[in-house]
C-alpha cells in the first residue's frame, strides 16, 4: 500500500466523529476507494460496500422510500448482527445517487453504522442534492500523491526526510550527490505525477515511464468520458477548455486566454465550465491578485487567471514523448516553465493552500503568492532554467515600500543559497525542498485543530473564556 496522508484524516474522522458520516471527495482515480477499503479492514470488525455505479444491489437501497426503509435494508444487508460502531458501511460512487448523501444524515442518528461516502466528480454532484445535511457530515478532499508522499513510495525514508527539511530550515546546501538524486527523482515526479495507478506501475515495471505514459493516456481518456457523460449541455465547452490547457501553459505568458476558445469569449459565459472542472478535480484555478496585502483573497481577479492541471504526470502526457524525456533528462535548452510551476501548484493546492499569482502592469508578473499565518506576503517564483537568479517582477515588488515585503522563495533545481535584494531576503531552494517552504504558508478550508498546528500554536489557543459580569450583578 502506498503511504497516504490522507489515512491520518479518516483515523481521527473515527476516533473524533462518531456523530457525522465521512464524505471522502477528490477527482477520478486518485485512490480514494482503495484508500476506504483499506482503512475499513484494519479498523472495523466488519464492513459492507456498496457500489451505486457497479454494484447489483444497488438498486435495493436507491429505491428506499424513507430513511427507515434505508436503514431496514442496509441491516439486511450487512446479514449480520450490528455491533454499534464497529460496522462500517461504505457507499462508493455515489454520484450516481446524490440524494443519498441527505439520507445519511438518518443513518448517523441511527447510530448503529459508521458511514463513508466517495466517488468521482462529487464536487460537481453534491450541488444538485436538494438538502444538504449539515452538522451531520464531515468532508475531507484528497488529492493525487504530493512530492512527500511520492518519494516514500521510491524509498525515501523519514530520517532522509528529516535531513531535507533541517537543509531548508538551516538554509545549508545539501551534499552534491544527494542534491543531484533528489533532483532527478523531482524530475521523476513531474513525469510519473501522483495518480496511484500510475506511480504504481512505475514501481512495479522497475521505471518504465512508457507503461506509465500508458496509464496516463487512459486516465486522461476517463476523464473526457467523465465529461461527455457528466457536463451535459455543455460537453463542447468543457472538453474545450479542458484540450486547451496545456497549449495555454505552454505559453510565454500563461494566463488562460478566453479567445483561445472562441472569438469574443467572455469569463461570464464560461464561468460554469471552468468552476466544473475545478469542482471535478481535473484543473486547479489560479487567479490574479491585484494588490499582494493581507488577506489576498480581498483583491482576488477571478477572470484573470492560470488553469493547471490537477495532477502533472497527466499534464505532461499530453505533449508529445521527447518532452517528458528532456524533463527527466534535465535539457536545459527547452522551456519547461509551465510544468514546473504545475507541480508548484499541485503542492500549494494538496496542502489546502489557495494558489494565487501576482501581476501588475508596471511591475511584472510573480508566479506565486502567498501568506503565511502572521500575515505576512511571500511571493514565490518557479525557474526551470539555469537563469535562477533574474527574475525582475520579483525584485521589483521587494523594492515596494508600500508593501513591505520581507522574504521571497525562487525554486530552480540549484542547491541551497541566500542573497539580499533590496535589503529583502531571496531564499533560493531547490524544487525539492518547496514543501517545507508551503508548509509556513497559511492554508484555507482546514479544521481549527490543524490550522494551528500549522501555526506552531497549542489547542489551549482557542481557550479563551467569555470576560465575567459577576461584579455588576
Known sequence: MIERKAYAKLLKWKEESPYKALLVDGARQIGKTYLVEEFARREFSSYVKVDFLRDERAPYLSQATSARDLIERLSLMVGR??????????????????????????????????????????GVALKHVKSFPVGYLHIETMFPLDFEEFCKSQGVTDSLWQTMREHFETETPLEASLHERLTKL???????????????????????????????????????????????????????????????????????????LKEKATFERYANDFAWLVSAGAAL????????????????????????????????SRYPISVAMAIVSGASDVNFGGVYENVIAQELASAFVVPRYYRHSRRGEVDFIGETPSRQVVP???????????HVALTNLLSSSEYAIENAYV???????????????????????????????AAEGIDAQDELSRMGCAAETLLV???????FA
Do not use: W
Request: glycine residues 6%; aromatic residues 10%; hydrophobic residues 35%.
Open 380 to 390: 514565490i517564483e518557479v525557474k526551470s532554467g539555469k537563469a535562477y537568479k533574474r
Open 186 to 260: 523531482f524530475r521523476l515526479y513531474i513525469v510519473v505525477g501522483g495518480m496511484p495507478e500510475a506511480v504504481d506501475r512505475y514501481s512495479c515495471t522497475h521505471g518504465d515511464l512508457g507503461a506509465v505514459r500508458d496509464v496516463h493516456t487512459e486516465l486522461v481518456g476517463l476523464y473526457r468520458e467523465d465529461i461527455a457523460k457528466y457536463a451535459k449541455s455543455r460537453t463542447l465547452q468543457v472538453a474545450s477548455i479542458y484540450d486547451a490547457m496545456p497549449s495555454q501553459l505552454d505559453k510565454e505568458n500563461k494566463r488562460f486566454e478566453l479567445r483561445s
Open 81 to 122: 448482527e450490528v455491533i454499534p460502531g464497529e460496522t462500517l458501511v461504505f457507499f462508493d460512487e455515489v454520484q450516481e445517487t446524490p440524494n443519498l448523501v441527505t439520507l445519511s444524515k438518518y443513518l448517523v442518528q441511527d447510530g448503529r453504522f459508521r458511514l463513508v461516502m466517495s466517488g468521482s466528480l462529487l
Open 285 to 316: 484555478k489560479v487567479p490574479n491578485v491585484s494588490e499582494p496585502k493581507c488577506p489576498l483573497k480581498r483583491t482576488e481577479e477571478q477572470n484573470r487567471f492560470k488553469l493547471y492541471a490537477g495532477d502533472t504526470g497527466m499534464l505532461v
Open 411 to 441: 525554486f530552480s533545481e540549484a542547491n541551497v543559497s541566500v542573497e539580499k535584494r533590496e535589503e529583502k531576503t531571496v531564499h533560493y531552494m531547490p524544487l525539492y525542498l518547496a514543501p517545507f517552504a508551503i508548509e509556513k504558508l
Open 465 to 471: 473564556p467569555p470576560p465575567s459580569f459577576a461584579d
